[in-house]
């Protein structure tokens, strides 16, 4: 397992950026693939974007793609969620996660999650 920390959500209007942070702990991190997930309100918890260990590729929902860049520093542990052109629908409680294996887009292939930053975008 690897611990996870989240940092960077606020309050944006629409049509503005904000850059999440996930901080994670140990010398292991680059054994990770890390995805970021969101949830809001009555609604299950749903893909948003995804690295490989590396970095090499990256994977992201259709209704972020153009919008939203996910990249990672293994030196210092963290991965990053750049949101630009931000929408009201954006708006939930953003997680990020690990998984020591392969990328997959499902919440429940990843062990490790952060206790998530709350995104809130008004119009």
């Known amino acids: 397992q690897v611990q996870l920390v989240e940092s960077g959500g606020g309050l944006v209007q629409a049509g503005g950026s904000l850059r999440l942070s996930c901080a994670a702990s140990?010398?292991?991190?680059?054994?990770?693939?890390m995805g970021w997930f969101r949830q809001a309100p009555g609604k299950e918890r749903e893909f948003v974007a995804a690295?490989?260990?590396?970095?090499?590729?990256?994977y992201y929902a259709d209704s972020v793609k153009g919008r939203f860049t996910i990249s990672r520093d293994n030196a210092k542990n963290t991965v990053y969620l750049q949101m630009n052109s931000l929408k009201p629908e954006d708006t939930a409680v953003y997680y990020c996660?690990?998984?020591?294996?392969?990328?997959?887009?499902?919440?429940?292939?990843?062990?490790?999650w952060g206790q998530g930053t709350q995104v809130t975008v008004s119009s």
């Open positions: 690295i490989t260990r590396t970095g090499l590729r990256t």
């Open positions: 140990g010398r292991t991190f680059s054994t990770y693939a």
């Open positions: 996660a690990a998984r020591d294996w392969a990328v997959t887009t499902s919440p429940a292939d990843f062990s490790s």
